[in-house]
């Protein structure tokens, strides 16, 4: 069982930074691989990023790429999404999501722990 805790949300201006953080409880938090997503209103959870075990492998949504990135720390049960250059179009609430080793990094429906959402905005 792994209970992931989403902070750093908030309001921002576009061309602003976010950085958002994943507090994982857990013994076993090195073990899994972990992603972020959102979802905004009337719209699918959308894949942003993801590290796996170890954090020597990450993955990127084309609309992120260049932009974000994800980072963990297994010893302090931690992953950290710095977001930077942010537009309107990244405003959603942003999921923390834990999976297990095997299967796509890019899909919801392989992660089997998700943390609450905390929202983004992003005016223009």
């Not at 930074?17 to 090195?30: E, N, Q, V």
């Amino acid at each position: 069982q792994v209970h992931l805790v989403e902070s750093g949300g908030g309001l921002v201006q576009a061309g602003g930074s976010l950085r958002l953080s994943c507090a994982a409880s857990g013994r076993t938090f090195s073990s899994y691989a972990m992603g972020w997503f959102r979802q905004a209103p009337g719209k699918e959870r959308e894949f942003v990023a993801a590290i796996n075990w170890s954090g020597g492998n990450t993955y990127y949504g084309d609309s992120v790429k260049g932009r974000f990135a994800i980072s963990r720390d297994n010893a302090k049960n931690t992953v950290t999404l710095q977001m930077n250059s942010l537009k309107p179009e990244d405003t959603a609430v942003y999921y923390c999501a834990a999976k297990r080793s095997g299967g796509s990094y890019y899909s919801t429906t392989q992660y089997d722990y998700w943390g609450q959402g905390t929202q983004v905005t992003v005016s223009s």
